[in-house]
């Protein structure tokens, strides 16, 4: 892991402006971002943390920097929400002079150092009606009375900016393993979705299937269903699965995250359809 670039290097380059696929992360998952107090060295965060990672986006396709584990489940519930259109990492608080300004407001001492210390939010989100929410995480343990001033600037800086700031700690996050794992599978399977070249109109018979038949096959798990619909249309195994994860990814299917819903219990009577009406390609766009 590198040290972190500096700060005019990251100016000149265009770190942490743009939007959408040409947005630059002002720290990427590669560096090492410097101590703030509460680690120390890279080993140390990743052990509070988890390990810094890069992570293909479906929202937006491009690299994602994430800088936690509890950052990567954050990033994998944003990009499975239709109503969010871009999704903005590490986004930095570079009005200095506003930032500042905020510090003596609230008498809050501020780091000296060589260069700028830049704050950052870890993620700048922008909802479908094009209003925006800066949402930040940080875990119970860290939040130190240092911490929370910090947070009391931030919170300052986007609200003179007229955008909501939300922290988020792991106590809002859902505590079960499967459903932790359930939603990093419907993520990396609505990625590969697109390359495994499954047409709509095997997509829209499989889903007419489940809509028409759900009923006379109520007491058979899902599983057992994706097998009969392979088998009557003729196609791969397991390419019913796969659609199943898709139309759940997409909010089509709507089916009880905190369950292995693969297994012999979950029965094909637990899925509940939310569409209206027939499938169209948009629905399940990638």
Not at 54 to 63: E, S
Not at 77 to 97: S, T, W
Request: proline share 3%.
């Amino acid at each position: 892991m590198g040290a972190p670039k500096k700060y005019k290097t990251k100016i000149k380059d265009n770190y942490g402006v743009g939007e959408g696929i040409d947005y630059k992360p002002w720290y990427e998952a590669t560096e090492y971002v410097p101590k703030t107090g509460i680690y120390t060295s890279p080993g140390e965060r990743e052990k509070k943390l988890g390990n810094n990672t890069r992570k293909l986006g479906i929202t937006v396709p491009r690299i994602h920097h994430l800088l936690s584990s509890y950052e990567i489940f954050l990033f994998t519930v944003f990009d499975l929400n239709p109503n969010i259109i871009d999704i903005r990492e590490q986004f930095p608080l570079l009005k200095l002079e506003t930032v500042r300004d905020i510090f003596n407001y609230f008498n809050i001492k501020q780091r000296q150092s060589e260069e700028p210390h830049v704050l950052t939010t870890d993620f700048l989100i922008r909802l479908a009606d094009r209003t925006e929410l800066a949402v930040t995480f940080k875990p119970t343990d860290f939040l130190s009375k240092r911490q929370m001033q910090l947070f009391q600037v931030e919170k300052e800086y986007w609200q003179r900016n007229g955008i909501e700031w939300k922290l988020c700690t792991e106590k809002e996050l859902p505590q079960s393993k499967t459903y932790l794992k359930n939603i990093n599978e419907l993520h990396n399977n609505l990625k590969t979705f697109k390359d495994k070249s499954i047409s709509f109109y095997i997509v829209n018979a499989i889903y007419s299937f489940v809509n028409e038949c759900s009923n006379d096959l109520r007491n058979h798990s899902l599983l057992e269903v994706a097998q009969i619909i392979d088998e009557d249309l003729s196609i791969d195994t397991g390419t019913s699965v796969t659609v199943f994860k898709v139309l759940i990814a997409k909010g089509i299917f709507q089916l009880d995250l905190n369950q292995n819903f693969f297994s012999e219990n979950v029965k094909i009577s637990q899925i509940k359809i939310l569409k209206n009406g027939a499938l169209s390609k948009s629905d399940i766009a990638a």
